[in-house]
Every structure is written in C-alpha cells, then in structure tokens.
C-alpha cells in the first residue's frame, strides 16, 4: 500500500509518466512509497472519432475540451480510491503554488489532478469535480501537465519513504521562510576560494549556527520578500553583521 496516491487526469499520459518514472520519484514508484496513475480523458469519449473539444458559446479562439470525458475520467480516477480523493485543477486562475501548499497537499492520501489542454475545459465540469485551482506561476503553459508534474514531484518528496530521511527535505530552502545556506563540497580550494573554515571543524552545534546565519544572509540579499512573515530577532541582527563583516 503506497504512502501517496497520485492520479492525473491528461490528454497526454506519456508527458507525465516520462518524467516521473525516472530519478527520486521513479524509484519511489518502483519501491510503492507513492503510486502513479494517469487516466487519458480520450479513453473517454462517447464518439467514435476520439473527439474530445468544440468551440466555445461566445466566441474566442480555440477549443474547450467537453464536460463529458472529464467527468467520466475523474469517475474512474475516483473509483480508485480509497476514500474521497483531493481534487485541484491546474490553472492560471489559482492560487499560486509553494511550499506550504507542497506540505498542505502531502497530507492527503489520494490527490487527483486535472490537466488543461488547447483553450482549457468547460467550466461546468470543473465546478464540478475539484476542491481548487492551482497555478505554479503567473505564465501560460501549452497544457497542464507540466504543472502537474512540478505539484507531483513537489509533494512526492514530502511522502515518508520518498527521501532517505526527514533532515533531507527540513533543511531545504523554503523551509522557515529561509533560502538554503550556500553549500560546497571537494576540493577544500578551488580558484583561490576556500571553504569557510567553520565548515570544516567537526562541531556541529557551531555548523548549524553558522548554516542558519548564513540562511539569513541568502535571504535577505536574493529573496528579501521571503521575510514578510517572519520576524530576524537581535541575536540573529547581530550575528548577520558579524558574518557580512567577516566576508569583507
């Protein structure tokens, strides 16, 4: 039995299952931490030509795919599951996605997700069948797939069983509003660039200090707006002038 349960609804399975059956979350599959399950909305049609979309009421450029096959897909999609699944919509129109929508969504055991394509889908089905919209960002994609695939890959790595260990997605950047600090490995010297020594000394108290001043730092200089919700304190002021000081 899979941790997670993820079920999209596409025009193009092969886009999804490509990508995902390879790297972290193709073992993950392999392993069952998650499952992949993709319903073609073409398997769906009630002709006999495979026709899946018309032009609209009112005009527009473009076709919108029927409520028809959607429904029916999502039927399917559901029968899979074991309880009432989570249902989004990726669409520009939604909110827009982050980490803490990644953790929000982790916590459901069955997560279906519909994919636009062309013009997008009739909006009769849509209010239908999903909890919500989500957009992964203030552009146009040719399809939903792609989305669906950052949300997937996203949320996968939150699922026990995904990773190695809890540490290695809670130390990641937008993880407490905090870009990751800056990270090195071998040779100590590269180009005249050492590692900081701090590093290098064993003691890992003193590391986690000093990786989390260093968090601030990134922030602040590459996403200050990361901050709006959350408060530097005195020690942590003092202890990013000290380390701005030590960089001159």
């Known amino acids: 039995m899979s941790n997670m349960n993820f079920h999209v609804i596409t025009l193009f399975p092969d886009q999804i299952t490509g990508y995902l059956n390879t790297s972290i979350t193709g073992r993950a599959i392999k392993n069952g931490a998650i499952s992949l399950d993709c319903v073609n909305i073409r398997d769906y049609c009630e002709n006999s030509y495979g026709k899946i979309d018309d032009t609209m009421y009112g005009g527009g450029t473009g076709l919108l795919v029927y409520c028809q096959p959607v429904y029916d ?3 399917a999609a559901a029968a899979r599951c074991d ?5 989004i919509y990726m669409s520009p129109k939604g909110r827009v996605f982050d980490e803490k929508i990644a953790h929000e ?3 459901y055991k069955d997560l279906v997700i519909l994919c636009g394509h062309y013009e997008g889908i009739d909006e ?3 209010n239908e069948i999903c909890d919500e919209e989500i957009s992964i960002g203030d ?7 792609t989305a669906a695939i950052v949300i997937i890959d996203a949320v996968s790595r939150l699922v026990p069983g995904v990773l190695p260990n809890e540490e290695a997605y ?3 950047s937008h993880t407490d509003n905090l870009l990751e600090a800056p990270q090195y490995t071998k040779p100590p010297v590269w180009h005249d660039n050492e590692v900081p020594q701090v590093l290098k ?7 986690d200090d000093y990786n989390h001043t260093a968090a601030l730092v990134q922030t602040l200089e590459k996403r200050p707006d990361m901050l709006d919700s959350r408060t530097i304190n005195e020690d942590e002021w003092q202890k990013i002038l000290a380390f701005k000081k ?3």
């Open 83 to 87: 309880a009432g699944p989570h249902t």
């Open 170 to 172: 809670t130390n990641e």
């Open 124 to 126: 009769r089905v849509i």
């Open 73 to 75: 897909a999502f039927r």
């Open 201 to 207: 000394n064993g003691n890992k108290a003193v590391i």
């Open 105 to 107: 969504l982790a916590g």
């Open 246 to 248: 030590s960089l001159c």
């Open 139 to 145: 552009y146009v994609l040719t399809g939903g797939e």
